[in-house]
T-cell receptor, first 113, second 114 residues
Framework: GDSVTQMEGPVTLSEEAFLTINCTYT??????LFWYVQYPGEGLQLLLK?????DKGSNKGFEATYRKETTSFHLEKGSVQVSDSAVYFC????????????FGKGTLLTVNP | DAGITQSPRHKVTETGTPVTLRCHQT?????MYWYRQDPGHGLRLIHY???????DKGEVSDGYSVSRSKTEDFLLTLESATSSQTSVYFC?????????????FGQGTRLTVV
């Protein structure tokens, strides 16, 4: 079945450090890929998405590129802020699946001042 | 913010009792989903709905049932609560018009079974 694997956390960084959270997927066909973010005590919200190979999703300084050859969608940010502290989830969605999202286990990011 | 409301937000219940969680949306979206979030597991799909009275099982559906009698409401019932169902439950909605369509999540319901 479809699955998403993302790097184990927690990840702790200092403010202005570079962030990478790895995400790889297993799926047949051509899924869409997403990064969702969950701030403390809240539900998930979409951070960025990409729908086909070589697409780059970007938002709030975060970027991720859909790499079909490596089945990856790694999340990056050049300079993190304390306000980026949250749990980040990689997810995929396939056609013919009633638009269900399949999530990775999440990565907790803590940014210290 | 998407109009999606979960109730209750917190609940403590005893083992063996039935529990119903409610998800209400004002977006008229076709698709609704119930997930549970547990440490080390991320979000796992319990049940979902693709229309009024149209529902299907997700990957962790045992011990749960759902109903959707109106577009706006999706109910999740724990038929006889067990301690393993202690979790945070999230409802999500989606217009489902394409693979890139965003899913919107509720604030979550923290359920504790004692």
């Amino acid at each position: 079945g479809d699955s998403v694997t993302q790097m184990e956390g927690p990840v702790t960084l200092s403010e202005e450090a570079f962030l990478t959270i790895n995400c790889t997927y297993t799926a047949t066909g051509y899924p869409s890929l997403f990064w969702y973010v969950q701030y403390p005590g809240e539900g998930l919200q979409l951070l960025l998405k990409a729908t086909k190979a070589d697409d780059k999703g970007s938002n709030k300084g975060f970027e991720a590129t859909y790499r079909k050859e490596t089945t990856s969608f790694h999340l990056e940010k050049g300079s993190v802020q304390v306000s980026d502290s949250a749990v980040y989830f990689c997810a995929l969605k396939k056609g013919g699946s009633n638009y269900k999202l399949t999530f990775g286990k999440g990565t907790l990011l803590t940014v210290n001042p | 913010d998407a109009g999606i409301t979960q109730s209750p937000r917190h609940k403590v219940t005893e083992t063996g009792t039935p529990v119903t969680l409610r998800c209400h949306q004002t977006e008229n979206h076709r698709y609704m989903y119930w997930y549970r979030q547990d440490p080390g597991h991320g979000l796992r799909l319990i049940h979902y709905s693709y229309g009024v009275k149209d529902t299907d099982k997700g990957e962790v559906s045992d011990g749960y049932s759902v109903s959707r009698s109106k577009t706006e409401d999706f109910l999740l019932t724990l038929e006889s609560a067990t301690s393993s169902q202690t979790s945070v439950y999230f409802c999500a909605i989606s217009g489902g018009q394409g693979l890139d369509t965003e899913a919107f999540f509720g604030q979550g319901t923290r359920l504790t079974v004692v």
